[in-house]
């Protein structure tokens, strides 16, 4: 699977409208240009831009828990169904905007070396967590797909700060409200504060980590994985990465992703 993070060359925020008539006095940082029934979804912490009490923050309308057979399906079908969602970790909530999908027979998935400790996770059940470590330092979040014992699993590329933007920064030692601050891989580990101890964890139950319904992008944009060059020549050219058109939240290289 993929490498380290990645660094988005993009320093605008993505826009949604607020969901409630309270205003804060300082600008909030704005979510991922997704819509539900033609409208904006979301709105974020302003607690990080300027003194605004916690009380005062505004959360977009989350939707219910996943459940675990949304997660049976293949990879390549499972990732940009992902797009949108939403992953929950106490305060801390991300929306996803890019991801890439890992299949069975796929040479740069770590299926390919079969069940081992490390692997072992990935070929559990749908909608489970696949959590491995990357140069030593970074954390890649997985979502398992398909049936158990398959072995296939979407890497969480980038995402969007929906809430808990001062707690994500303090993870990620940033004091930003920019794209750097999510776009790549280990860049969403460390702000949900993971680690390989996750593996195995049902992101369909309640409490700890779980993914939620959210909007279905407008538009996708797709394109070859990333970090993938050890694999056959057919894998490191399919258009298996996926993302959320019109939003600065992806990782880079962005120039290899097109309209759907």
């Known amino acids: ?27 909030a940082i704005k979510a991922v240009g997704s819509k539900t029934n033609g409208e904006d979804v979301g709105v974020e912490d302003s607690s990080v831009v300027g003194p605004v009490p916690r009380r005062l923050l505004l959360l977009p309308q989350l939707g219910s828990i996943l459940p675990r057979k949304f997660f049976e399906i293949d990879s390549l079908d499972l990732a940009p169904r992902l797009l949108g969602k939403y992953l929950r970790r106490d305060d801390v909530v991300l929306q996803i905007t890019e991801v890439e999908a890992y299949r069975p027979n796929d040479s740069a998935c770590h299926g390919r070396v079969g069940i081992t400790p490390r692997t072992a996770p990935l070929f559990g059940p749908g909608g489970h967590a696949y959590v491995y470590l990357c140069y030593g330092m970074h954390m890649m979040l997985n979502v398992v797909a398909d049936k158990e014992g398959v072995g296939a699993a979407v890497l969480i590329r980038s995402c969007a700060p ?54 279905e992008p ?35 290289p962005k120039n290899t992703l097109k309209p759907r």
Request: proline share 9%; hydrophobic share 30%; net charge positive.
């Open 1 to 27: 699977m993929t490498g380290g993070a990645r660094t988005s060359t993009s320093t605008t925020p993505p826009r949604f409208k607020r969901t409630a008539t309270r205003r804060c006095s300082k600008k």
């Open 162 to 215: 929906i809430s808990g933007l001062e707690e994500i920064q303090e993870r990620r030692g940033q004091k930003t409200d920019k794209p750097i601050l999510l776009t790549g891989p280990g860049k969403v580990g460390q702000a949900l504060g993971i680690s390989t101890d996750w593996s195995h964890h049902p992101l369909y139950e309640s409490g700890g980590l779980e993914i939620l319904d959210g909007p």
């Open 218 to 252: 407008e538009n996708i944009l797709i394109g070859p994985r990333v970090g993938i060059d050890y694999a056959l020549p057919e894998h490191v050219s399919a258009p298996w990465r996926f993302a959320i058109a019109d939003t600065p939240w992806i990782s880079a």
